[in-house]
């Protein structure tokens, strides 16, 4: 009886040592394995599909895109003894990295730059009284138009800050410098001025041309949509401009002219047509 008390005991004791491993070999693995698993879980993607979502976040991303713009003008210097205010268009080109570094190339055609004196041509084209005779001998009636034009061609490197969740938008600082040209465009619809025949036109326009240095302030707007990429802001030019003719009517030689200053306060809209736009995927993770 003894000895199966004993026996029982021992038995017992054994299978008791068994689970005791067995449950510590159990804990151990689940001690080891459930904290990567729970990892695992709480790693788990999300691919967000709802931008509209405020929870969305936009990533940053390298893109190119060519824009369409147009400003209105305000001359400051010598531009502002000749001209008003005038319009520009034209076409740019733009790089941004995914550190939202931006560099750019743009080309500006202004016009619409109406004289700002009505008596700036008189001791050349008119006498001194205003007055206009024509190849006839008579007085003239009306039929030329002049009007202030101007192109400049200039690269730009820029930074765009963002400030919400669109990281490929915000703040859009830039500095550029390039080359600035403008002239006084004078059209003879009558064809009755011999003054403005051939070359003898050269002697009125005062072409111009120099360095130019360019700043811009504004809000560069993008989103998944492709209709609603813009920019607007503020537009400040400076140029230091000499003549390109060797002779101005009136003036005389322009050899020893020194460069004048001039300057273009503009307000600048474009609208981003996007060429390239590396695809990225935001992941968002369980907290």
């Not at 879980?41 to 990533?59: A, L, M």
């Not at 050349?124 to 007085?139: E, F, S, Y």
């Not at 813009?230 to 050899?255: C, D, S």
């Amino acid at each position: 009886m003894t000895m199966n008390l004993r026996n029982m005991h021992s038995e017992k004791d054994v299978a008791g040592r068994r689970l005791l491993h067995l449950f510590l070999v159990f804990a151990t693995v689940m001690a080891v394995f459930m904290p990567q698993k729970a990892d695992a879980q709480r790693s788990k993607p999300v691919y967000q599909t709802d931008f509209s979502s405020k929870d969305f976040v936009d990533t940053a991303a390298p893109m190119i895109w060519i824009d369409a713009h147009m400003l209105y003008q305000f001359p400051v210097g010598h531009l502002r003894t000749m001209f008003k205010n005038n319009f520009a268009v034209g076409p740019g080109f733009t790089f941004k990295s995914k550190s939202n570094w931006t560099i750019g190339f743009h080309l500006d055609y202004m016009f619409s730059a109406n004289l700002r004196d009505p008596n700036f041509f008189n001791g050349t084209l008119a006498n001194d009284d205003g007055v206009v005779i024509d190849m006839n001998g008579l007085v003239s009636r009306g039929g030329i138009r002049a009007e202030g034009r101007y192109w400049t061609v200039q690269a730009e490197v820029g930074k765009i800050i963002p400030v919400d969740r669109w990281k490929n938008s915000g703040i859009w600082l830039r500095l550029g410098a390039g080359y600035f040209s403008h002239r006084l465009r004078l059209d003879d619809y009558s064809k009755q001025y011999p003054q403005l025949d051939n070359d003898y036109a050269k002697g009125y326009d005062r072409r111009s041309g120099g360095f130019v240095l360019n700043q811009f302030v504004g809000y560069h707007f993008v989103r998944k949509n492709r209709m609603l990429n813009f920019t607007v802001g503020l537009e400040f030019q400076e140029m230091w401009t000499k003549p390109n003719r060797n002779y101005i009517f009136f003036e005389g030689p322009t050899a020893d002219m020194p460069a004048k200053f001039s300057g273009l306060i503009g307000l600048r809209a474009g609208w981003n047509i996007p060429l390239y736009e590396q695809k990225t995927t935001t992941t968002f993770y369980y907290r």
